[in-house]
């Protein structure tokens, strides 16, 4: 148990000596022919013995782990070998080394190459374990998403960053096995920051088949040339891949999928003049036991399978990401307790307005008293977050966050009642189902969904953002799509 721990809190998953060779087999192919070889944590360095192998012009490789026995097995490997000599070994802590004075004494041009750990700081943090740099929150991620957790982050994107810091204004390359959306981030960073940079490119492994790891992942590989800002990077599936088959890009300050796409709408992309339409998301509790419910024969049931006794007032059917993925919008069979109309609305006068859900609540205050998120600290008691006028608007256009699907729901209320959604939905709130369906028939068009699928990133955990959804300007596609949403009003205008 103590070696499995080990073993993820360091990534220590070692490279197979074949994946390696492909590696640099595909480098060479590129035309790399490095004067130096550094891998930043190489561990039993397969990725720098093959390196050694295939570009044999290289006079000086470096290689750095924290793992003194790893670095004792290569040395071992490195012996029997007549390139063993121009390898040095280092064994440090990759944060606190100082990766742009050790690479100010190499010569140029470099290869960078690597396979840095893939565990997150979430995970760190459940192991209990401080292999970390010393500032965790370092994308400086602010308020609600540093509270939320957009802070947590890949280990590997905070060494890659400061491997491509030091590689900015240096001739070389950067050569990295991680996790595409890992990629994606660096690009981010090193486009956002003006790195300079020539030619970038992903190309896709089988991670199940290498790392035994259920996740996508690439080969990164970025050209570091000084005087060179280019902005885009080929996506080919596989190493042996000629064609590339989308090229992601830089616009509007954000990484998009395919640039060809994105650039044919571009003239539907939000400048940030349209303050008509506000993306929403559902509601927030972290306590589904206890606020989300399902309706049985009349009654309602919590997930404990406890049969409730409550006052309508707080109870609001519920629809989940599933139901909104699949289109099952008109049934709503589950309910949720929104305790708060805002944010700031006190909670207390429950206890007058509807005693039973009072007591519901008190009755199972430790679970609720007991969420985690710090957004609850110095809330009212029984608080939920992502609630206000929205929320209880009679009709919705919503979209599940979570499912590889573009398809806008118009969503009506359910018994005179607004259907509520889990944090999962982003919503549109709407003031009547003929302004509802006009929206669903404009995010439903053929020019939204092409605008849209040129920014999503459909391998990513969730796909569709608010993020991504406010990027399409809602009144610059009324206006391209001429005629949509001028139609009659329908029967149950509300
Ligand atoms: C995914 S393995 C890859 C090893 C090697 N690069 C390869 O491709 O086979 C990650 C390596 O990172 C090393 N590592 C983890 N945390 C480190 C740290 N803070 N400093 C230096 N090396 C570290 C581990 O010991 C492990 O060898």
Not at 7 to 33: H, I, M, S, W
Request: with cysteine.
């Amino acid at each position: 148990m103590v070696k499995s721990k080990q073993r993820k809190e360091f990534g220590d998953y070692q490279t197979p000596l074949p994946l390696a060779a492909a590696v640099c087999d595909l480098l060479a192919r590129l035309g790399n022919a490095p004067a130096a070889v550094v891998e930043p944590t190489c561990g039993r360095g397969h990725l720098l013995l093959a390196a050694l192998d295939r570009f044999p012009q290289a006079t000086i490789a470096v290689g750095l782990d924290v793992d003194a026995g790893h670095l004792a097995g290569l040395r071992g490997t490195l012996a029997d070998r007549a390139t063993g000599r121009k390898v040095q070994l280092v064994h440090a802590n990759f944060f606190a080394t100082d990766w742009v004075g050790m690479l100010a004494e190499l010569p140029e041009p470099l290869l960078v190459i690597g396979n840095p750990p893939w565990v997150t700081s979430a995970e760190l943090g459940s192991l209990d374990s401080d292999n970390l740099p010393k500032k965790a929150n370092f994308q400086r991620h602010i308020g609600l998403d540093a509270i939320t957790g957009k802070s947590n982050f890949d280990i590997s994107e905070w060494m890659l960053v400061r491997l491509m810091e030091s590689l900015h204004g240096r001739s070389g390359t950067l050569a990295m096995l991680c996790k595409t959306a890992v990629a994606r981030k660096l690009l981010f960073h090193a486009w956002k920051h003006d790195f300079l940079l020539g030619a970038a490119a992903l190309y896709g492994i089988d991670a199940a088949r290498h790392f035994g790891a259920n996740v996508d992942a690439c080969l990164l590989i970025c050209d570091f040339r000084p005087g060179c800002r280019r902005k885009h990077a080929r996506v080919f599936p596989g190493f042996d891949a000629k064609q590339p088959v989308l090229e992601l890009g830089w616009r509007m300050e954000r990484v998009v999928a395919d640039v060809k796409a994105f650039d044919r709408w571009s003239h539907l992309a939000a400048d940030g003049t349209d303050r008509s339409c506000v993306w929403r998301s559902g509601v927030k509790h972290d306590c589904a036991p206890v606020m989300e419910l399902r309706a049985v024969g009349g009654r309602w049931y919590n997930k404990r399978g406890e049969c409730l006794d409550l006052e309508p007032t707080y109870v609001f059917p519920l629809l989940k990401s599933s139901d909104v993925a699949s289109g099952r919008t008109a049934a709503a069979a589950q309910g949720m307790i929104v305790t708060q109309s805002t944010v700031a609305a006190a909670t207390e006068p429950i206890r007058l307005s509807a005693p039973k859900t009072w007591a519901y609540l008190l009755a199972h205050a430790p679970l609720l008293d007991g969420r985690r998120s710090s957004i609850y600290r110095k809330r009212p008691r029984f608080a939920v977050f992502g609630v206000g006028d929205y929320t209880f608007a009679p009709y919705k256009v919503a979209i599940s966050g979570l499912y590889k699907k573009l398809r806008f729901e118009v969503v009506g209320s359910h018994e005179g009642k607004p259907v509520v959604f889990d944090d999962t939905v982003y919503f549109l709130a709407c003031p009547s189902r003929r302004e509802a369906e006009r929206l669903a028939r404009l995010l439903n068009s053929d020019p939204a969904r092409e605008f849209y699928s040129a920014a999503i990133f459909w391998d990513a955990k969730r796909p569709v953002t608010i993020d991504v959804l406010k990027r399409l300007d809602l009144q610059k596609l009324a206006e391209h799509c001429g005629g949509v949403g001028h139609d009659a009003p329908s029967d149950d205008e509300s």
